[in-house]
């Protein structure tokens, strides 16, 4: 069926460095969800993007809509420690049943 | 305005035990879908109910089954336990009708229901 890549799984960074992690599909989606994790906490929605190459912003928080539909990324400017935590991407499937990847879980050394 | 609450947050149960869970949904939200999560992987869909009757399924066995109220709070059933259980359920609401623009199909999660299988 249909699903979401995420890769790596693991990333570690400095804390004041930039991250960027990407979520990818072989299908084009109608469009697609980010939610983060922190750790012992349950997933909390950040953003969906809907339009071919649509960027928004949160804060240092930026995530694009690939052109194609195909893939999508977050980028964190600048991490900090409470960055720290596991970013999912979720497409939405055939009557709205969403479908998760794997995550990625940043850690942000001091 | 209440989140979506989980009962209990942890359960312990031994191989071949059943047990329910129990999740009451955001206020305004009408649809409710079930997730399992292991231990470092991300959320896998169970099923999902509106108006009372399961929509979708995921790839998991008829040991798992659920039930939708009119209130649209909801409970996971879980017939004869193996280890392999042993997760983080998630429930999530949402609000099925309307566009992506209007919030429409964005899930929110309740705490979860840890379930260890002994």
């Known amino acids: 069926g249909q699903q979401v890549m995420q890769i790596p799984q693991y990333q570690h960074v400095q804390e004041g460095e930039d991250f960027t992690t990407y979520c990818n599909s072989s299908?084009?989606?109608?469009?697609i969800q980010w939610y983060k994790q922190r750790p012992g906490g349950h997933p909390v929605f950040l953003i969906q993007?809907?339009?071919?190459?649509e960027v928004k912003k949160q804060k240092r928080l930026t995530f694009q809509f690939g052109e194609a539909k195909k893939n999508s990324s977050l980028h964190i400017t600048a991490t900090q420690t409470t960055d720290v935590g596991t970013y999912f991407c979720?497409?939405?499937?055939?009557?709205?049943?969403?479908?998760f990847g794997k995550g990625i879980t940043l850690s942000v050394r001091p | 305005d209440a989140g979506v609450t989980q009962s209990p947050t942890h359960l312990i149960k031994t191989r071949g035990q059943q047990v329910t869970l129990r999740c009451s949904p955001k206020?305004?939200?009408?649809?409710v879908s079930w997730y399992q999560q292991a231990l470092g992987q991300g959320p896998q869909f169970i099923f999902q109910?509106?108006?009372?009757?399961?929509?979708q399924r995921g790839n998991f066995p008829d040991r798992f089954s659920g039930h939708q109220f009119p209130n649209y709070s909801s409970e996971l059933n879980v017939n004869a336990l193996l280890l392999g259980d042993s997760a983080l359920y998630l429930c999530?609401?949402?609000?099925?009708?309307?566009?992506?623009?209007?919030?429409?199909?964005?899930?929110?999660f309740g705490a979860g229901s840890r379930l260890t299988v002994l």
């Open positions: 999530a609401s949402s609000l099925r009708t309307g566009t992506f623009h209007s919030g429409a199909n964005v899930l929110t």
């Open positions: 299908t084009t989606l109608s469009n």
């Open positions: 993007l809907v339009k071919s190459g």
């Open positions: 979720a497409m939405t499937g055939a009557n709205s049943k969403l479908t």
């Open positions: 206020s305004g939200h009408d649809t």
């Open positions: 109910y509106y108006e009372e009757e399961e929509r």
